[in-house]
């Protein structure tokens, strides 16, 4: 109402600087017709405007503004927007300030990732659980262990009904009040699915298959998805407890998804979908914050004009550039800035596994956390060595991970020596991280 305007708008007219910009604000809800609502540290304007009519809109319509100065509000931020377009809701943070905006599109994500559960849970007993303490629980995520389908990997993904729903219930978790089952969970947003444009879906004909025992062979997935209609399928390349199988045509591809998705092949029931093209250069930088060069990737095995040749003739992998930070020309530089320590900044004790990723420049580190977060003995490195035919020391480290709940163990070697410790060890970490 008029009445009701008016009073939030002097309210928080008193925050800015006085009842000549809470005069503002409330002409601005009488020109637009829009409501203020303000609540849990934001303001929403709008949401839905006046006249509105059907569901909000989809997801992918919203940007983060940052940066916005203190001293600006809505009577000067609404205008601008609005030569974007309609506004729906504009939700105003009450701490932001600085001297530029930035903007990006909004992830909107959904979905919360929650490790640390004991792996004997099953789907059910988790999604009862969280939606014991949080709403909007639309479903959970959960996949079985590697080695013994009866048991979780130790995390799950819980989906909301949306942002907002999954942001309450991280503010609600993550405090480390709630301990489902006596255990002390991790929370934190889930990395946001990558988005492949439709015409480039449209021309897969590979196949991501999941949940495979590890004693599966390439061979019997082979002949698995050859019994539809023999021939179809070109290679197949296994990966742990998952595979990607290449057909020769696309409609196949299709047909094939259809009818062995849920099949069971050795006992594991299994989850067939289109694989994900995903630019292995791109996806690199993205996961070690652009480390890995052009260079580096040869060492994991992928392909190139002259790794045919130095296989056959026995010879090693070029190591032109190393891991550990040095870039060969033309890859790309990371950003790495030092900062001035002036007398009486106040330092805090923080823990190396309170940071994100984007803090970690290596694969070594990087495995590291990965172990922690999902409830994992830290990565044990087992050093080997052998000599080149010109008399050079190899080496190769073989990495060990287990799991504390269940004490299974998994090895890792990569197929690559490498003449120093760290870029064995870097390679390594790599190497375990691909297949995990």
């Not at 939030?8 to 503002?24: L, V």
């Not at 989809?58 to 931020?77: H, T």
């Not at 949306?162 to 942001?167: C, D, F, M, P």
């Not at 999902?374 to 050079?392: F, I, R, V």
Request: proline share 6%; hydrophobic share 35%; glycine share 6%.
């Amino acid at each position: 109402t008029h009445e009701e305007n008016k009073a939030a708008a002097n309210g928080w007219g008193k925050i800015r600087s006085g009842a000549q910009n809470g005069a503002a604000l409330l002409a601005l809800m009488e020109k637009t017709g829009y409501s203020m609502v303000q609540q849990n540290g934001q303001r929403k304007f709008g949401g839905p405007p006046p006249g509105w009519e059907g569901p909000p809109p989809p997801r992918g319509c919203e940007v983060f503004v940052g940066k916005i100065p203190r001293d600006m509000y809505e009577d000067e931020l609404v205008p601008v927007f609005e030569r974007a377009g309609k506004i729906y809701e504009l939700r105003l943070m009450m701490e932001f300030s600085g001297k530029f905006i930035g903007v990006c599109v909004s992830l909107d994500n959904c979905r919360l990732f929650i490790g640390a559960i004991p792996k004997d849970k099953k789907k059910e007993e988790i999604l009862n659980e969280m939606k014991k303490v949080t709403e909007g629980v639309v479903d959970v995520i959960v996949y079985p262990n590697a080695t013994d389908k009866s048991k979780n990997r130790g995390f799950a993904f819980v989906e909301y009904e949306s942002h907002r729903a999954a942001a309450m219930a991280r503010r609600r978790l993550i405090p480390g009040t709630f301990q489902p089952w006596g255990h002390t969970i991790q929370v934190d947003w889930a990395d946001p699915e990558k988005v492949v444009d439709e015409e480039t879906m449209q021309r897969v004909k590979v196949l991501y298959v999941r949940n495979l025992m590890i004693s599966t062979t390439e061979d019997k997935i082979k002949a698995e998805f050859n019994k539809f209609k023999p021939g179809v399928v070109e290679r197949v390349k296994k990966l742990r407890d998952y595979a990607f199988v290449h057909f020769f045509h696309r409609e196949d591809a299709v047909a094939a998804m259809s009818v062995m998705n849920g099949k069971c092949i050795d006992g594991a029931s299994i989850e067939v979908t289109l694989a994900k093209p995903v630019n292995k250069e791109s996806s690199w930088k993205h996961h070690f914050n652009g480390q890995i060069s052009p260079s580096s990737e040869n060492l994991l095995g992928f392909p190139n004009k002259e790794d045919s040749t130095q296989k056959s003739l026995g010879k090693p992998a070029s190591l032109s550039v190393r891991l550990n930070g040095q870039h060969s020309p033309g890859s790309p530089e990371v950003e790495r800035s030092t900062y001035p320590f002036f007398p009486g900044i106040k330092l805090t004790p923080i823990s190396l596994y309170s940071l994100k990723l984007s803090h970690f420049s290596s694969a070594v580190m990087h495995l590291d956390y990965f172990c922690h977060k999902n409830n994992w003995a830290p990565p044990e490195y087992c050093l080997y060595s052998t000599t080149s035919q010109d008399g050079k020391t190899l080496l190769v480290y073989r990495v060990l991970i287990s799991s504390i709940a269940d004490d299974s163990q998994s090895y890792f070697m990569p197929e690559k020596l490498c003449t120093t410790v760290e870029d064995a060890k870097e390679l390594a970490a790599q190497f375990t991280l691909l297949h995990l």
